[in-house]
């Protein structure tokens, strides 16, 4: 089974632009979640996404938007970006949106955004 | 809100030796999991070990094994047997069983974990 993917790895930006982010889910998964990660920090969580819908967020403004698609696939979108958005972007996927088991996440390898 | 304390930013251990890594939380709730991540310099997170609050029993993996004490909320893991690849930062996660998403983990600043040959 594949993994989750993540697209781009690496990637500049500057103040004021907007960025995309792309994941693909684990074969199976049909939940996406997205994380931010800053240099020297745990991640934080932005959003989860089931069913093509946001049914949970995080702390994060709504420049921070994201969509699933019926593959289950899933975009990270960041508005007018500013200099503190720069870290490492995580997505997850998993298979039990809404359960209350040990729902286990499995996670990409991340993108990296810098913004000059 | 719930909070994930992890104090040490950095540990060293030598190679075949056991490594005890600390965390704290805080939280209201009497139901809930716990988790150990691996980010090695791939970037990637990889699950470690899991914990139910629910359960006394600590969890084990093989080498890993965590002490749950869940009255002082410490969740401490213990890799015995320390290989050069357990190299990597080791983050704890606490997610919550009543809220509705259910990925929403809140994890701890991690802690740097190096391996001496």
């Known amino acids: 089974e594949t993994g989750v993917t993540q697209s781009p790895t690496h990637l500049i930006k500057t103040r004021g632009q907007q960025v995309t982010l792309r994941c693909s889910s684990q074969?199976?998964?049909?939940?996406v979640s997205w994380y931010q990660q800053a240099l020297g920090q745990g991640p934080q969580f932005i959003f989860q996404?089931?069913?093509?819908?946001?049914?949970g967020r995080g702390n994060f403004p709504p420049r921070f938007s994201g969509l699933q698609f019926p593959n289950y696939s899933s975009e990270l979108n960041v508005n007018a970006l500013e200099l503190d958005d720069s870290a490492l972007y995580l997505c997850?996927?998993?298979?039990?949106?809404?359960?209350?088991?040990?729902?286990?996440?499995?996670f990409g390898a991340g993108s990296r955004l810098t913004v000059l | 809100a719930q909070t994930v304390t992890q104090s040490q930013p950095e540990m060293s251990v030598q190679e075949a030796e056991t490594v005890t890594l600390s965390c704290t939380y805080d939280?209201?709730?009497?139901?809930?999991?716990l988790f150990w991540y691996k980010q090695p310099p791939s970037r990637q997170m990889i699950l470690v070990i899991r914990?139910?609050?629910?359960?006394?029993q600590n969890a084990t993996e093989n080498r890993f094994s965590v002490n749950f004490q869940k009255a002082a909320k410490s969740f401490s893991l213990k890799i015995s047997d320390s290989q050069l690849g357990d190299a990597a930062m080791y983050f704890c996660?606490?997610?919550?069983?009543?809220?509705?998403?259910?990925?929403?983990?809140?994890f701890g600043k991690g802690i740097t974990l190096s391996v001496r040959p």
């Open positions: 996660a606490y997610r919550s069983t009543v809220t509705g998403a259910n990925s929403k983990l809140t």
């Open positions: 914990q139910e609050a629910y359960k006394q």
């Open positions: 997850a996927s998993s298979s039990l949106a809404g359960a209350t088991g040990a729902n286990v996440l499995t």
């Open positions: 074969s199976g998964h049909n939940t």
């Open positions: 996404y089931y069913r093509e819908e946001e049914n």
């Open positions: 939280t209201s709730e009497s139901d809930y999991y």
